[in-house]
């Protein structure tokens, strides 16, 4: 999921109550929501798309969700302990417990793969253990409705809270709303893979319209159809010879759940993957291959 998603989140655990237990809490969930994503970092030394087959990999998986915490929970720890010595320390900020800051750190990072997962560009929850790539089909990766929700009750909180009222439970009965609205799409992904002919299937959630899916079938070897229209016209077992040891091909099929070919005018290749694909605009998850040529397939 985008990073609002990820820090609404964060805020609105704190929100719940949790941000009570320490001082820094807020800081530890909102901060430890958004950790893994620091994998991002690896736009400085990888080259085009690369970094497909490098993003939610190892910053996702078991060891992250140890160290990670513990590296935000002794970040901290010691600028509390850095705005003490310099006499900046707030006054009203309660002590703060570098186990409970870990703990809440610890759970808001889990939150983080598992928000990923939910979408059909995947993550791999077991790496460096698995390369697997896990996929939960169930939300698009931005989700304006969860903006709107979860935002407007971390306001309500907060502004409750300034005034004295109860302020924790409108950001309970949010995270409440929040599953309730999780599992009925994941009810409404699950219903429209059922539908399909083929199999695996992907349900793929469309921007906005959540409640809608764009349904991705396999239309024979190498081909795929979505919502009823067949892509690719290249044999792919070539060009996987012809890319070996090219890294942004080897990267881009790694990644690929639903790879395909076409035929470019020069008779080149351009890659390509179904679940984000649309002709109708430009398509930043694709990948020329302007020295490996198309074998076409038999079918048109």
């Not at 996702?60 to 970040?75: D, M, N, S």
């Amino acid at each position: 999921m985008d990073n609002l998603t990820h820090t609404l989140v964060g805020a609105l655990i704190g929100q719940a109550g949790l941000k009570r237990k320490t001082g820094l809490a807020m800081a530890a969930l909102m901060i430890g929501a958004n950790a893994p994503d620091i994998d991002v970092g690896c736009f400085a030394w990888l080259h085009g798309v690369e970094h497909l087959g490098f993003r939610r990999g190892i910053t996702h998986g078991p060891i992250a969700w140890a160290v990670l915490p513990l590296l935000v929970a002794g970040g901290l720890w010691w600028f509390d302990r850095w705005q003490a010595r310099r006499g900046t320390r707030p006054d009203g900020r309660l002590p703060v417990s570098f186990g409970w800051l870990f703990a809440l750190a610890l759970l808001a990072c889990l939150t983080h793969p598992a928000l990923d997962w939910l979408n059909v560009y995947g993550v791999r929850l077991l790496e460096p253990f698995s390369h697997r790539w896990f996929y939960g089909d169930t939300l698009f990766i931005v989700d304006v409705w969860l903006w709107l929700l979860m935002g407007l009750a971390t306001w309500f909180s907060l502004r409750r809270e300034k005034r004295g009222g109860e302020w924790r439970r409108p950001a309970q009965i949010a995270l409440v709303v929040v599953l309730g609205y999780i599992g009925l799409n994941g009810a409404i992904t699950s219903a429209t893979a059922a539908m399909a002919s083929g199999q695996p299937a992907i349900a793929s959630p469309l921007p906005v319209l959540s409640w809608t899916r764009q349904l991705i079938e396999p239309a024979g070897p190498d081909r795929w159809r979505i919502d009823g229209r067949k892509v690719g016209n290249c044999q792919l077992a070539p060009i996987r010879i012809a890319s070996a040891g090219n890294p942004e091909a080897e990267a881009f099929l790694f990644w690929s759940r639903a790879p395909f070919a076409d035929r470019a005018a020069d008779g080149s290749v351009i890659l390509r993957d179904a679940r984000f694909y649309d002709p109708r605009a430009r398509d930043s998850f694709s990948l020329a291959l302007p020295g490996v040529t198309c074998e076409e397939l038999s079918e048109p």
